[in-house]
């Protein structure tokens, strides 16, 4: 029976506490998903051929893989109206949230062709109890609580629920703009792996490391394959282990699924890249996508015989907040200085990075890039690969 209250469960909100994610059927017209499919697919090969890097997302295993951030056209307008509508109450209920305090954070579309791997497993962000653990904060011990500061423990209690209660719900929503089959690398995911165990597992694992076999095994749980209609939805906890699957199929058959992710009142979590345009991040909460029309986007549709990509939105010398050094990338510290090491998913070369932050960088569902950590691609990485797992052994 749902719970009666501010925010009434529902079947589906009951269902996502249980098992981390559910799929939706019908949410998008299949009118309006063809349109964005099409849309999607000629914006996406048009920014990779002018090398428009601030319109991809760094999504893991970029090779046939891209991330594309959305504008505002409308057909994408209509979706989220579309999306709104049918979903808004289960977010609603599941985030124990008003649809006035539940942000959009993550508008994008990815699309994978034939020839793209599947990603490791991973979840989009850290339980919060996994990302105190893995952070810096030193615990005093009982004597120090006892004797110095009668505060200490509940000052220590404080911050533990602050970052493993208090951390926003994350939220996200895949939509198949085409009727998707297992050869074209449907997302898997792993049924309620939304748990502090579960993340812990990853953890142990050696997050970035595990295969799909590999963590039917390590959780116990076999995946499921996201095979769906054009206009279904999977939506998701971003806790939950999931991976986007390989494309396989032969002749070539290209995925494309629009992303859209929300998030709830509290800490912002560690992991997700909230892949969007710069233009429309801290702008929508899910009540004011109703205020949408479709016939007033601004952003134009682009199709087979007419491709308008965003404004571009880089920093450039000369502009404000230009940093010649950022651009050149910091340098390799010295190897005794490494605390931890993550791989970018674009060059493929090993980074230093602090122990702090490799969990977030790690979990990412975008994967980890050297400008997150301020380097660049075209840095030598210095050191061997050997010579790195030696010094952090």
């Known amino acids: 029976m ?52 601030d319109l991809l997302g760094n999504i893991q295993e970029q090779h046939c893989r891209w991330d594309l951030k959305l504008e505002l056209c409308r057909p994408v307008v209509q979706a989220l109206l579309e999306f709104r509508e049918k979903v808004g ?53 009982r004597d120090q609580c006892v004797s110095d500061d009668e505060d200490a423990p509940e000052d220590v209690g404080s911050i533990i629920r602050a970052v493993a209660t208090d951390t926003a719900i994350l939220m996200s929503a895949q ?56 206009g ?46 710069s233009a429309l991040k801290n702008k929508y909460r899910l009540a004011q996508l109703s205020l949408l029309k479709p ?13 308008q990509l965003p404004p571009r939105a880089d920093i450039t010398e000369g502009s404000v907040g230009f940093d010649e050094k950022a651009f050149e990338g910091k340098d390799i510290p010295p190897l005794e200085e490494w605390e931890a090491a993550c791989q970018c998913t674009t060059c493929r070369q090993w980074r230093a990075v602090p122990v702090c932050d490799a969990p977030r960088f790690a979990m990412s569902a975008h994967g980890f890039n050297c400008k997150d950590a301020g380097f660049v691609c075209t840095q030598p990485q210095k050191y061997t690969k050997d010579q790195i797992d030696e010094a952090l052994d």
């Open 2 to 53: 749902a719970a009666v209250g501010k925010f009434p469960e529902t079947e589906d909100s009951l269902r996502l506490a249980e098992f981390g994610c559910i799929v939706i059927k019908n949410v998008v017209s299949p009118e309006i998903c063809d349109e964005i499919r099409q849309h999607v697919s000629v914006s996406t090969d048009e920014a990779v051929r002018q090398g428009r890097n």
């Open 89 to 141: 109450p289960t977010l609603e209920a599941y985030m124990k949230s008003s649809e006035r305090g539940i942000k959009v954070v993550e508008l994008a579309a990815i699309t994978s062709d034939s020839g793209a791997v599947s990603q490791a497993v991973h979840a989009d962000t850290m339980h919060g109890v996994t990302r105190f653990l893995q952070s810096d904060i030193e615990l005093p011990d």
């Open 175 to 230: 939509v198949a703009l085409q009727d998707i089959v297992e050869e074209m690398g449907p997302t898997h995911v792993w049924q309620g792996t939304h748990t502090v165990e579960h993340h812990a597992t990853l953890w142990s694992a050696g997050v970035g490391r595990l295969t799909v076999e590999g963590a039917d095994e390590a959780f116990k749980i076999p995946h499921k394959k996201m095979v769906m209609n054009k």
């Open 232 to 277: 279904d939805l999977i939506l998701y906890d971003s806790r939950v282990m999931h991976c986007g699957g390989a494309n396989y199929s032969t002749p070539s058959r290209r995925r494309s699924i629009m992303t859209i992710s929300t998030m709830s009142p509290g800490l912002r979590p560690d992991g997700s890249t909230f892949t969007m345009l």
């Open 295 to 307: 016939d007033e986007a601004t952003a134009t549709v682009s199709t087979a015989d007419c491709v």
